[in-house]
């Protein structure tokens, strides 16, 4: 499995971002983070990028069960959701696979909590 979820979806950026926020409150997160990587950059760098937004999703019931399973835990959230324009004009919407990242952490206990994440991020990108 990969590292990340993704779907290209039919939106424009703006609405796009605007349908993850609506979707992912429908799961129980909150964006507490949100980066302009293009803007970022330009400020920076001086360099173009696309546009590309990285929101940092948290479900809070969810990562404190996580967090009373493995203290360090915290270095992995929140759950990033990134909303790219490719090179085409399309939006694609990826989110981290926490089924997959939580077996770097080696410890058997949050594979019931990576799965229910898992699950409720498959969740918001299928309804996009």
Do not use: W
């Amino acid at each position: 499995m990969s590292y990340y979820l993704s779907k290209v979806v039919d939106y424009s950026f703006d609405d796009t971002i605007t349908k993850i926020f609506e979707e992912l409150k429908n799961e129980g997160f909150g964006v507490l983070t949100e980066i302009d990587v293009k803007e970022t950059l330009k400020k920076k760098l001086d360099v173009d990028f696309r546009r590309y937004k990285i929101l940092g999703a948290c479900n809070p019931p969810l990562a404190y069960k996580a967090l009373k399973k493995e203290e360090n835990l915290g270095v992995m959230l929140p759950c990033n959701v990134i909303v790219q324009e490719k090179s085409d004009g399309k939006v694609q919407v990826s989110t981290i696979n926490p089924v997959e990242a939580m077996k770097s952490v080696g410890n058997p206990e949050l594979e019931e909590v990576a799965i229910e994440v898992t699950n409720k991020l498959k969740n918001v990108l299928d309804r996009l």
